[in-house]
């Protein structure tokens, strides 16, 4: 069955979909989610599911993730830690002790490529001279003492790989320490750098490739966040749909370097016509929409086009003032009245 014509999905065979912002937020699914991608299997497109979350094992992603609907079991998701077993697997002999310094996820991904995990509490008081890596990740439990072992290892030559280097991670109240705090933490101590293996980095879209079969010009990566989502699909050297539904808004894409192939208000809409902002004489038209960088900022006429086309004929005029050489402090301004749009449209529909 093929997917609607003039889709975004229509042009891939397999699908690399993030999962906070884009799949859930908090515990509650984005509207029509789960339904986009129960389409997108019917139609015969492989969906894996790439988390940096590196803390929990992918059976318990995968059920969280069917609870609300969408298709997932634990051979569809793919994590930060099953990326850094695979790097350490690849140079290091089958059965070789590694340091697990994060939490049940870290442990089972060494677990299943045949390597032996060490939980930072098995070293207390013990000789670890037979320890040949460690595999940092988050994991709530560690604790100081556990820092300090990993430090005493990584004296040593041996072989450090961190799952994923985000500064923070979202809690229902903010922003607390995620991975890439504590990884610096090691940095600042060790005055050593990891090998990291999540996005924005390759390996981790490098398995997600192998999980799904498809090749990368086939292959769409999903996701909200701009500096780990996007940048990272077009390091791996594959396209990116950015969703807005989740952290990252228009006026974040300003100055920020990322470039997404598609822009999108939600997942549902990869299964609908997509249309690409033009150039008129006037300004850019997107679909039913029309938007004009003027004197006093971006003049919107959504018209009969959706809040997404609006957003992308907005981008596009915002895009064209860069390259003309309008301050980026301007074009960030400007930008925000997509987000306002944006925001509008998201408030109305829930
Ligand atoms: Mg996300």
Not at 51 to 75: I, K, Y
Not at 163 to 176: F, I, Y
Not at 287 to 312: C, W
Not at 321 to 347: I, K, Y
Request: proline share 6%.
């Amino acid at each position: 069955m093929g997917a609607p014509s003039g889709s975004v999905i229509e042009r891939y065979d397999g699908v690399i979909c993030d999962l906070d912002g884009v799949v859930y937020r908090g515990g509650d699914a984005v509207p029509g989610a789960p339904a986009a991608l129960q389409d997108m299997v019917i139609r015969g497109v492989r969906v894996v599911y790439a988390t940096n979350n590196a803390s929990r094992v992918p059976a318990e992603v995968a059920r969280q993730v069917a609870a609300l609907g969408a298709p997932a079991a634990a051979m569809d998701v793919v994590s930060s830690a099953q990326a850094g077993a695979a790097r350490l697997q690849a140079q290091l002999p089958a059965g070789a002790k590694v340091l697990a310094l994060g939490g049940d996820g870290v442990v089972e991904a060494l677990d299943q490529v045949g390597l032996a995990p060490v939980r930072p509490a098995d070293l207390d008081g013990t000789g670890a001279a037979d320890v040949a890596a460690v595999l940092q990740g988050y994991g709530r439990q560690l604790r100081v003492s556990d820092f300090e072992t990993a430090a005493r290892l990584l004296t040593r030559d041996l072989a450090w790989v961190a799952t994923n280097d985000d500064a923070t991670l979202p809690l229902p109240w903010g922003e607390s320490p995620g991975n890439g705090a504590y990884v610096d933490l090691l940095v600042t101590a060790t005055r050593r750098r990891p090998v990291v293996v999540g996005k924005p980095h390759p390996p981790l879209y490098r398995l997600a490739l192998d999980h799904l079969g498809t090749s990368p010009s086939r292959t769409l990566a999903v996701g909200d966040r701009l500096a780990t989502d996007i940048v990272g699909a077009a390091t791996a050297g594959i396209h990116s749909a950015w969703v807005l539904t989740g952290v990252d808004r228009p006026s974040d894409l300003v100055g920020s370097g990322a470039s997404p192939t598609y822009v999108v208000a939600s997942l549902a809409e990869l299964l609908q016509p997509y249309a690409v902002a033009e150039r008129d004489a006037d300004g850019w038209r997107c679909g039913g929409a029309f938007v004009r960088a003027g004197e006093d900022g971006l003049q919107i006429a959504q018209g009969r086009g959706t809040p997404a086309e609006a957003v992308r004929a907005g981008l596009a005029a915002i895009e064209e003032g860069a390259q003309d050489g309008r301050p980026t402090d301007r074009l960030r301004e400007e930008a925000l009245a997509l987000d306002r749009l944006l925001d509008l449209a998201q408030a109305s529909s829930r």
